[in-house]
């Protein structure tokens, strides 16, 4: 079984920024990506980030390029997200995902097609 744990949420003031890490333990197993996703209150899980394993392609929803940035380390098995200039608009609780085989591109977006889920990490944005 495969454990994805996530860290590193918590409060900050528009503008600042946060660094989220979600670190994979258990059965090592060999992922095709790595995505985050965020859920607000009373909206539905979205889509934030997703990378590609073996060769660290990236993909951002419209709304986060520019400001966070996804990354991974292969030898830590960890992935991490780091949020810039942040906004009111991004407070959620942030999700870390893994996919296991290969799947489009486009695919990468859609929270049904990764096989692994964490916990989950509040953050918060204050104006």
């Known amino acids: 079984q495969v454990q994805l744990v996530e860290s590193g949420g918590g409060s900050v003031q528009a503008g600042g920024s946060l660094r989220l890490s979600c670190a994979a333990s258990?059965?090592?197993?060999?992922?095709?990506?790595m995505g985050w996703f965020r859920q607000a209150p009373g909206k539905e899980r979205e889509f934030v980030a997703a990378?590609?394993?073996?060769?660290?392609?990236?993909y951002y929803a419209g709304s986060v390029r520019g400001r966070f940035t996804i990354s991974r380390d292969n030898a830590k098995n960890t992935v991490d997200l780091q949020m810039n200039s942040l906004k009111p608009d991004d407070t959620a609780v942030y999700y870390c995902?893994?996919?296991?085989?290969?799947?489009?591109?486009?695919?990468?977006?859609?929270?049904?097609?990764?096989?692994?889920w964490g916990q989950g990490t509040q953050v918060t944005v204050s104006s």
């Open positions: 258990g059965r090592t197993f060999s992922k095709y990506a």
């Open positions: 995902a893994g996919r296991l085989t290969r799947v489009v591109v486009a695919a990468l977006s859609i929270d049904s097609v990764y096989d692994y």
């Open positions: 990378i590609t394993w073996n060769t660290g392609s990236t």
